[in-house]
C-alpha cells in the first residue's frame, strides 16, 4: 500500500501541522516513509537549512513512533535549470545550488538524525535518495535529456521519470537497467536508468560503498501482454467468474487487483 501528501509549495515545518500529513504517518505500519522539503529551504542562499534539519529529525522520530523501524528516505531535490532567475544573484550557478543541497540533506541523514534521535539505530534507519546527484551526473554527460519543465524549475515528463527511478533504486537497493519500461523508447529507458546507476552504487547504502539496508519487499511484475479484467457496474451486476475484478458505485479503490488467472497481482 502506498499513500502520499503532497501540496504544492510546502515545507516539513507545514507538514508538521498538516492533518492530513500526521494521520499518514500516525496510521503506522509503513516499511518507508520519503520526506520531501521545499526546493529551496535545505540551501545556504535561500533557505533555512538547519530549520530543514531540525523538522527532518522531528518527522524521524514520529515516523519511528508510528512504525519502529521504518526507513525513513529524504528525498534530495534537484538544482535550478541554468536559465532560471536565481542565477547569478541567488546563486552562482547551479552546481553552487546543487552542492548546498547535497550538503544539507547528506548532513541530516549522517549527523542530526543519528545524533539527535532516541532511537539507538537511527544511523541504520535514515538515507538519502540523491534525485539532485542523478540530475547533476545526467546533465552533465554527452547528449542529456531536458529534465525540467518549461519553468526551468519543476520536472518534465523525463525528469518525473528519472525522480521515479531513483527513488525506486532506493527504495528496493537495486539497479534499474533491466525493469521492463515499455512505455519509453530504448534511448530514453537506457539514458534515464545509466544515469541512476551510475551514481546509485556510490552514493547510497546497499552498495559496494555503504551498508545495506534490507529491500522493501520486491512489487510483482507484469509480463508485456498480461491481463487485468475489470468490471465497471453496481453491485446487483457484480461479475462472479474468477478473474474478474469489481468497481461499483459504492468503490472507493481496490487494492492488489487479480489477474485473469485469478493470482493477486500486488
Do not use: C
Amino acid at each position: 500500500y502506498v499513500t502520499y501528501v503532497a501540496p504544492g509549495g510546502k515545507s516539513l515545518a507545514y507538514h508538521r501541522e498538516n492533518p492530513d500529513t500526521l494521520v499518514a504517518v500516525d496510521a503506522g505500519g509503513w516499511h518507508a516513509v520519503v520526506l520531501q522539503d521545499f526546493s529551496t529551504r535545505p540551501t545556504d542562499n535561500a533557505g533555512e537549512p538547519e530549520a530543514f534539519k531540525q523538522d527532518a529529525l522531528w518527522f524521524f522520530e514520529r515516523v519511528q513512533t508510528a512504525s519502529p523501524g521504518a526507513r525513513v528516505v529524504l528525498y534530495m531535490t534537484w538544482a535550478r535549470h541554468p536559465d532560471h532567475g536565481f542565477y547569478p544573484d541567488t546563486f552562482s550557478d547551479p552546481g553552487q545550488m546543487q552542492d548546498q543541497l547535497a550538503t544539507h540533506y547528506r548532513d541530516a541523514a549522517d549527523r542530526v538524525i543519528p545524533e539527535g534521535s532516541v532511537f539507538p539505530m537511527a544511523s541504520e534507519l535514515v538515507e538519502v535518495s540523491p534525485v539532485g546527484e542523478v540530475w547533476r551526473h545526467h546533465l552533465a554527460g554527452d547528449a542529456p535529456l531536458r529534465l525540467h519543465d518549461t519553468d526551468n524549475y519543476h520536472a518534465n515528463v523525463h525528469g518525473r521519470w528519472l525522480n521515479a527511478l531513483t527513488l525506486y533504486a532506493t527504495l528496493y537497493q537495486r539497479q534499474v537497467t533491466d525493469l521492463p519500461m515499455p512505455w519509453l523508447s530504448a534511448d530514453v529507458q537506457r539514458a534515464l536508468t545509466s544515469s541512476v546507476d551510475a551514481v546509485h552504487p556510490q552514493d547510497l547504502p546497499g552498495g559496494p560503498d555503504g551498508e545495506p539496508f534490507s529491500p522493501l519487499p520486491e512489487p510483482g511484475m507484469f509480463e508485456v501482454g498480461e491481463t487485468i479484467l475489470i468490471d465497471f457496474g453496481d453491485t446487483s451486476n457484480a461479475t462472479t467468474e474468477p478473474g474478474w475484478n469489481n468497481v461499483t458505485l459504492s468503490t472507493s479503490r481496490l487494492d492488489d487487483l487479480v489477474e485473469r488467472s485469478g493470482e493477486q497481482s500486488s
